[in-house]
């Protein structure tokens, strides 16, 4: 006896396995911060984003070559929508070089919780005016994961600067990091991931590393400072990007910016296993927050 296929079952199912993936990127991209924290601070932050991104894309090209052939490969980067793909590379490296700089001028709390708490509502804004409406479930579990995750960044201490240009910054770089996940959104449609991802961190690792050179000058990079380097390349950036692309083509990509709050929850989890930090009250709130609002994304982007 045949069965017939249950389409809402379906429905649901796509959907979860691309939430399960772009949370599998949150919890790589946490781990940034721990990673770094075992360089010895020579490199200057503007490298480190920069050659991360340059990283990736040499992972990127050995990833889909092995899986599709150099030859076939050839084909599929001839087919790209190279304009779109160089918008979402010019997004990926304004994003790197504008949340480091930001950072830098507002410290570390103040700056991580702009840039990332801002990704989410530029992308609810966006969808917005390209004529998506996210819905009062994805919206109310947005704000209450970004109110959340603001608090969880406060509660863990830090310096906390007012700096105009740096706070222009910080924003600025939760806007091209929405507009990335939009232009991808609609690469990985006609595109394998390996391919889409490729393409634009290609142009992205060309525009970033100029001009890191340009505001850091020559790098000055150890041995430790490789292998963090490496380390985020490929497995922060570069795995976690695979996966992140891999799951925009089943959910949208507000929700999946959304989702992308799992990073500041991966990074104070290891804060507190490895790095040996002590939080406050504040800090754990934060937490139950941020984790609640995810829920309710989740829940209105299966629905």
Not at 10 to 36: D, E, Y
Not at 43 to 49: E, I
Not at 88 to 94: K, L, Q, R, T, Y
Request: glycine letters at 14%; proline letters at 6%; one cysteine or more.
């Amino acid at each position: 006896m045949s069965t017939i296929p249950n389409p809402s079952s379906a429905a649901v199912i796509r959907p979860l396995r691309g939430i399960l993936l772009v949370l599998c990127a949150g919890m790589l991209w946490g781990t940034t911060g721990t990673a770094q924290s075992f360089s010895d601070g020579a490199l200057s932050p503007y490298w480190v984003g920069a050659l991360r991104l340059g990283v990736a894309a040499l992972f990127f090209l050995v990833c889909a070559g092995s899986i599709n052939g150099l030859p076939h490969l050839a084909r599929q980067l001839a087919g790209l929508d190279w304009r779109r793909a160089a918008w979402a590379g010019a997004c990926m490296a304004g994003y790197n070089l504008t949340f480091f700089a930001g950072v830098k001028a507002t410290g570390v709390a103040v700056g991580t919780a702009l840039a990332i708490g801002s990704g989410p509502i530029w992308a609810g804004l966006l969808q917005l005016a390209g004529g998506a409406r996210p819905g009062p479930g994805w919206w109310a579990g947005t704000l209450l994961a970004v109110g959340g995750g603001v608090l969880l960044v406060f509660g863990r201490g830090g310096d906390i600067q007012a700096d105009p240009p740096g706070i222009a910054l910080c924003l600025a770089s939760g806007l091209t990091y929405a507009l990335y996940a939009l232009l991808n959104k609609k690469l990985v449609r006609h595109s394998t991931p390996a391919v889409a991802t490729l393409g634009v961190f290609l142009v992205g690792a060309l525009l970033a590393l100029p001009a890191a050179g340009f505001w850091a000058g020559p790098p000055q990079i150890t041995v430790s400072g490789w292998l963090v380097v490496g380390f985020l390349g490929i497995a922060s950036t570069g795995i976690a990007y695979l996966l992140f692309s891999t799951g925009l083509r089943d959910i949208s990509a507000a929700t999946g910016v959304s989702l992308a709050l799992m990073e500041p929850v991966t990074a104070f989890l290891l804060a507190l296993a490895v790095v040996g930090e002590r939080p406050g009250a504040p800090a754990y709130a934060g937490l139950a927050a941020l984790l609640a609002g995810l829920a309710l994304v989740i829940r209105a982007e299966t629905r």
